[in-house]
């Protein structure tokens, strides 16, 4: 059971926008910055937003990312092919002694 | 160019032990802190410890608390993780990544370069 939940799957057709949620709380979420990662099948993951909607040099702009409150969200405009893949959130904990927390993952599938 | 090289990985019996290093390059390595990250297989990504740019200080996930210790050297640019007491729910793909400063925690945005990771498999 992952402390960040997101849907365990999305889907859409080339050219479509898609959006993955990422729910948390006031320890994780609420109060830290949120970032997301791309892991494309057989590959690691990579940054793809950090800070909730600042994007690494290299990270196309149909990618973009969105806090509110407690939630977080992570959307692709012009969808691609090669944007199949899972995604993956993560947040600081402020909980006990502190650590990071990942999202369960959303496998996207491009059809 | 950042990069990062894993290697130790694995099969274990339960109860064993086991180091894990990771080599990197393309970046002054005192400079960041680094963290491991692991994925068993078919699921999803979790973490595990991190280590500040000195390695004055460490985290760990409380999964893994008091049988693994995260260390770096930082004349030989390399990250470590040793690993005692495994369990067959250790069973994973370790990755190391790259923080994007030296500390730790909220403040230093983590995970913007990862390795390619290494199997560890515990199992009788």
């Known amino acids: 059971q992952s402390v960040l939940t997101q849907p365990p799957s999305a889907s859409g057709t080339p050219g479509q926008r898609v959006t993955i949620s990422c729910s948390g709380s006031?320890?994780?979420?609420?109060?830290?910055?949120v970032y997301w990662y791309q892991q494309l099948p057989g590959t690691a993951p990579k940054l793809l937003i950090y800070?909730?909607?600042q994007r690494p040099s290299g990270v196309p702009d149909r990618f973009s990312g969105s806090k509110s409150g407690t939630s977080a969200s992570l959307a692709i405009s012009g969808l691609r092919s090669e944007d199949e893949a899972d995604y993956y959130c993560?947040?600081?904990?402020?909980?006990?002694?502190?650590?990071?927390?990942f999202g369960g993952g959303t496998k996207l599938t491009v059809l | 160019e950042v990069q990062l090289l894993e290697s130790g990985g694995g099969l274990v019996q339960p109860g064993g032990s086991l180091r894990l290093s990771c080599a990197a390059s393309?970046?002054?390595?005192?400079?960041?802190?680094m963290s491991w990250v692991r994925q068993a297989p078919g699921k999803g990504l979790e973490w595990v410890s991190a280590?500040?740019?000195?390695?004055?200080?460490?985290y760990y996930a409380d999964s893994v608390k008091g049988r693994f210790t995260i260390s770096r050297d930082n004349s030989k640019n390399t990250l470590y993780l040793q690993m005692n007491s495994l369990r067959a729910e250790d069973t994973a793909v370790y990755y190391c990544?790259?923080?994007?400063?030296?500390?730790?925690?909220?403040?230093?945005?983590?995970?913007?370069?990862w390795g390619q990771g290494t199997l560890v498999t515990v199992s009788s």
């Open positions: 990544a790259k923080d994007q400063g030296p500390g730790l925690g909220a403040t230093t945005p983590p995970f913007d370069y």
């Open positions: 393309g970046f002054t390595f005192s400079s960041y802190a």
């Open positions: 280590i500040s740019g000195s390695g004055g200080s460490t």
């Open positions: 006031s320890s994780n979420i609420g109060s830290n910055y």
């Open positions: 800070r909730n909607n």
């Open positions: 993560a947040a600081w904990d402020d909980s006990l002694s502190g650590s990071w927390v």
